[in-house]
């Protein structure tokens, strides 16, 4: 049985990612591994007592094994079925959260929104395991609720008895990455979700003075641009035959795009290629932006 892994904090935004991971994991008939990661501080110096005096670090496991039964019991009301287990890892977040998902099919991190704006705010920890993850990250913002994934019923209500909402996928065709691809058709066909595919280019520069480029639909470059966009995905169409599938091409950074998209989608997905900086991992621009705006669960798969 495979398995998903959740890193909790106890935080909204963290207990909204288990909640969804829990979905997900029903989903793909998967196990659920709720972990807690910390970092142990140094003795701290009390003045009056004149020493350096321990971090009382049983009391840290002590809540820690608290908030992950609290969190494995509201879960197991809602999914009885689901196995779930906890773990408490010690050392720093980010690295312990990527050791705990090294045999997972998916790490779920949560991210808090951005006040009066929606989208995510990034933490140092959700950064470096999206850069330096092998597997598939998804982070949820706080608040996301079931309902969000479904269409709103006749009278315009939330409701999870819906169909649910497309998957979009942000697709590079200089570089597609099969892994991600294959990962949003997937989430589709398991949702029986329509998948929306946007691509983002940039038009070739004008030639001659004072001639404008056409990238309208009909113009020769944007078709080049269309047909190409079927090719990578025809055989992926062939592949999962129930998914029906939306190609757009945009004019420009697909990121803009995708934020768009995404506020009535289930799911974001967009790949990040395996590509080492001199620290730590490497994030590109359209998935920096759809982690800061987009207003759906993201998920950043790794491809070469």
């Known amino acids: 049985m495979s398995t998903l892994t959740v890193g909790l904090d106890g935080s909204p935004q963290s207990l909204s990612a288990a909640d969804w991971a829990a979905r997900e994991a029903v989903q793909r008939e998967a196990s659920l591994r709720l972990v807690h990661a910390w970092e142990p501080q140094p003795p701290t110096y009390a003045p009056l007592v004149g020493a ?22 509201r879960l197991a009301e809602s999914h009885p079925d689901l196995p779930i287990t906890t773990h ?27 006040s009066g704006v929606v989208g995510f705010l990034v933490g140092s920890v959700a950064l470096a395991a999206v850069a330096r993850s092998e597997r598939p990250v998804v982070l949820v913002r706080a608040g996301e609720d079931a309902a969000d994934e479904h269409l709103a019923d006749a009278t315009g209500s939330a409701s999870t008895d819906t169909p649910f909402r497309d ?18 058709f997937e989430a589709a066909q398991r949702r029986a979700a329509g998948l929306r595919v946007v691509h983002g280019w940039t038009p070739p520069p004008s030639r001659g003075y004072g001639a404008a480029f056409d990238a309208g639909p009909d113009a020769e470059p944007f078709q080049q641009v269309r047909r190409r966009l079927a090719e990578v995905l025809q ?20 990121g803009r795009h995708l934020v768009h998209v995404s506020r009535d ?12 900086a001199h620290v730590g991992g490497h994030i590109g621009p359209v998935t920096h932006a759809a982690l800061r705006h987009a207003a759906v669960p993201v998920a950043v798969v790794p491809h070469d």
């Open 265 to 276: 989608a289930a799911l974001l997905v967009v790949g990040r290629r395996n590509r080492k």
């Open 52 to 73: 350096f005096t321990p971090v009382a670090i049983d009391a840290r496991r002590e809540w820690a094994a608290y908030m992950l039964r609290e969190a494995r019991s």
């Open 167 to 184: 998957v979009v996928l942000g697709l590079d065709l200089e570089n597609p990455g099969e892994a991600a691809v294959g990962f949003a």
């Open 235 to 254: 055989p992926w169409k062939d592949k999962f035959p129930g998914v029906q599938v939306r190609e757009q091409a945009v004019v420009g950074s697909a």
């Open 88 to 114: 408490q890892l010690a050392g720093p977040p980010a690295v312990a959260l990527l050791t705990a998902a090294e045999d997972a099919d998916l790490l779920v991190l949560g991210s808090r929104g951005l």
